[in-house]
């Protein structure tokens, strides 16, 4: 089976944050090293919590590395929505780590404040060694958080949190540990007490820090809702020409992508092509905000200046019944309605009222001022027949037309008459050029008029059309 995603990873992408994740192990490598060197040449907690943070970034960097290659894969049977949940998951798993790490700290510096001391033997090579090593972080941090922040991944996020929190807990590893050493030959040996505190400020900053990223992940892993995205997006679709309102919109997130159902309401006398039309323009316009895959459902609404007109043809449509000449007066505080429904050529009348006489009863249910409805019941066209053209009846009706000018003073000219006989039933078409400026109201009386004209003038004709056209447009 194949599946398709508007949400397709550029292989750039990709490429990238491989090579951010890929360099990130690295870098983790290279600072475990050094950090265990020194731990075991110093004695210091600062040092050793260090280290552990620095192997923690190790573990992290991998997972973050073989989150980022999974998140690439496409949709499958299996994940249809995609892989990108998985760089969220390891986040998490990296912001736990993150937290082990720092209670550990806690309790090693605990044991040294109240119960146990340790010598500290700082020199020059350590401190230079951890500025390498806060050189590393830094470096590292700075280009991680770029192309987390370019990609929304929130993998990369965790792994340039891992690398941020270095930085700052590197230095205050470099103060304790010149603290503590300098402590007894200036006679205050309570500054071996700074390199514990230094190990508790560490702890301190990665659980603050943490917290916040492990709260973010574990959003993404619940599906919440990006704080105020939801009624942006509800605010912008409602803007949009053809959407009555936005009824609900739900949004969450996987990796850089989103997933957003919205359903909207839309006028119920629209046509299918035009509640497409709408739909890609909500489409258009949520993408327009986020990089999403989006699932537009429609829920047909009476518009707020929907007339008695458009409900009648409304209720039409619902039962998939065809009207047309729908008319209406008013007599007496009641609504009387007259239309046209076409119905199947092939019913008997008996099957062709039942279909009228559910539509009568649905506008009267529906319409409360509607106080009688009479439907005229004729067959839907499906059938062509052939025709034969009849060439002097054309002429006739041409020359008939156009000596009712001066009778109707609207009409200019007649013009472009066919007169077809097809299956013993004359009809006929042609043009009539009216005055410009008439309403169109006043033109459908001037052709109906003339149509009566023409059949009282030629009984044999069954049926006549006359398309209007304005004077000066051809």
């Known amino acids: 089976m194949l599946y398709h995603s508007s949400l397709v990873v550029d292989q750039s992408e990709i490429r990238e944050k491989m090579l951010a994740a890929g360099a990130s192990v690295v870098s983790a490598l290279v600072l475990v090293a050094l950090k265990a060197f020194l731990s075991y040449a110093t004695g210091s907690l600062g ?170 992940t574990l959003d993404t892993l619940l599906d919440a809702a990006p704080r105020g995205l939801q009624a942006r997006m509800e605010r912008s679709i409602e803007g949009i020409d053809g959407v009555l309102a936005a009824e609900r919109v739900r949004v969450r997130r996987a990796g850089s992508h989103y997933f957003v159902d919205a359903t909207i309401s839309v006028s119920r006398t629209a046509t299918f092509e035009q509640v497409h039309a709408v739909s890609d323009a909500v489409e258009r316009r949520i993408r327009e905000m986020v990089p999403a895959d989006v699932m537009v459902h429609m829920e047909p609404r009476a518009g707020t200046h929907e007339n008695v007109f458009d409900r009648v043809r409304a209720i039409a449509q619902r039962r998939g019944l065809a009207i047309h000449d729908v008319a209406a007066n008013q007599l007496d505080g009641k609504l009387y309605l007259d239309l046209h429904l076409e119905v199947d050529e092939g019913l008997t009348l008996v099957e062709a009222h039942r279909a009228a006489t559910e539509l009568e009863r649905d506008l009267l249910s529906e319409i409360p001022q509607a106080g009688e409805v009479n439907i005229h019941i004729e067959p839907l066209g499906a059938h062509i027949p052939p025709a034969d053209t009849m060439k002097d009846l054309g002429r006739a009706v041409q020359a008939c037309i156009n000596d009712l ?15 077809r006989r097809a299956e013993n039933r004359i009809v006929v078409s042609c043009k ?21 004209r023409v059949r009282e003038r030629f009984p044999q004709i069954a049926r006549v059309t006359i398309h209007p056209e304005p004077l000066g447009e051809s």
């Open 47 to 216: 040092v050793l919590s260090e280290a552990l943070h620095s192997t923690l970034d190790l573990i992290a960097a991998v997972i973050t590395y073989l989150s980022v290659r999974a998140a690439s894969l496409p949709p499958d049977e299996s994940h249809p929505y995609g892989h990108e949940k998985i760089e969220s998951f390891s986040a998490f798993v990296e912001t736990l780590l993150l937290l082990a790490t720092s209670l550990f700290i806690i309790y090693e510096a605990a044991q040294r404040l109240f119960f146990e001391g340790v010598s500290i033997h700082p020199s020059v090579v350590a401190v230079l060694i951890l500025c390498l090593c806060l050189g590393v972080d830094l470096v590292r941090a700075r280009a991680l958080n770029r192309v987390a922040r370019k990609y929304s991944s929130e993998a990369l996020e965790a792994d340039a949190l891992h690398f941020s929190t270095d930085v700052w807990s590197t230095l205050v590893v470099i103060g304790g540990l010149l603290l503590a050493g300098a402590g007894a030959p200036i006679g205050l040996p309570w500054l071996r007490f700074a390199d514990p505190i230094a190990g508790l400020f560490v702890a301190g900053v990665v659980i603050r820090i943490g917290s916040r990223l492990g709260q973010k």
């Open 405 to 419: 000018r001066n009778e109707y003073h609207e009409l200019v000219e007649c013009s472009h008459v066919q007169v």
């Open 432 to 452: 009539c050029t009216l005055q410009a400026s008439l309403p169109i109201t006043e033109v459908h009386d001037v052709t109906g008029a003339l149509e009566d």
